[in-house]
């Protein structure tokens, strides 16, 4: 296993215009996270799964936004009409978690949106 | 919901020398303390991670300690070199998502 992959590993839009990322996982990970990281701050929680179902979303996550994951393996982040706020880089974590426990948590490379 | 502060956000250091960067945290839920080191256009890379149940960890040149009753951990790098430069980031969760500081940038001076 390769580790989280993330693509693209960059993404330059129109302001609105849709974009979609992906995310795969690693294999034996149960859970999938999404995180946006803005320059000089520290990633910020969006949105996770456990298996196919999305559990907890971030008060960031804007009508705007909408991550699913398929049989609970890879999974999609879209960005409809996008702005020139949603520039970032998209992170995207795997682990495994248990009801008192989680780890493992693993980072892909990240995708970077550039919103012109 | 957790809050973890981190300090100091810059940090300089002569190579060979020792680099110490804190956290503290605010969830006495919380059990999971990972640190990341993530370099320019990178992800976060997990480099080390302590347990609630654990005090201290070691890995090489670098280490992690946890004191629970203060809700603080640290991360210590000895014999730091040049490809340590990098940002830093301390985080915590109890069973669900990580909840990051706000980084530090170390730089070590050759």
């Known amino acids: 296993d390769t580790g989280v992959s993330q693509d693209p590993r960059h993404k330059i839009t129109k302001r609105g215009q849709n974009v979609t990322f992906r995310c795969d996982p690693i294999?034996?990970?149960?859970?999938l996270y999404w995180y946006r990281q803005t320059l000089g701050q520290g990633p910020e929680f969006l949105t996770y799964f456990q298996n196919e179902a999305q559990l907890e979303k971030s008060r960031l996550l804007s009508d705007r936004f909408s991550a699913e994951r398929p049989k609970g393996s890879f999974s999609t982040l879209e960005i409809q009409r996008t702005e020139q706020g949603d520039s970032a880089m998209y992170l995207c974590a795997s682990s495994y978690g248990t009801p008192n426990f989680n780890y493992g948590y693993t980072f892909g490379s990240g995708t970077r949106l550039t919103v012109v | 919901g957790e809050n973890v502060e981190q300090h100091p956000s810059t940090l300089s250091v002569q190579e060979g020398d020792s680099a110490v960067i804190k956290c503290t945290y605010s969830?006495?839920?919380?059990?999971?303390f990972p640190w990341y080191k993530q370099e320019l256009g990178k992800g976060p890379q997990l480099i080390i991670d302590i347990r609630s149940n654990v005090g201290e960890k070691k890995d090489q040149r670098i280490a992690v300690t946890l004191n629970k009753t203060a809700k603080h951990f640290s991360l210590h790098i000895t014999e730091t070199q040049p490809e340590d430069s990098a940002v830093y980031f301390c985080a915590a969760t109890g069973a669900n998502n990580l909840f990051f500081g706000t980084g530090t940038r170390l730089t070590v001076i050759p």
């Open positions: 294999s034996e990970h149960n859970r």
């Open positions: 969830d006495s839920a919380s059990n999971y």
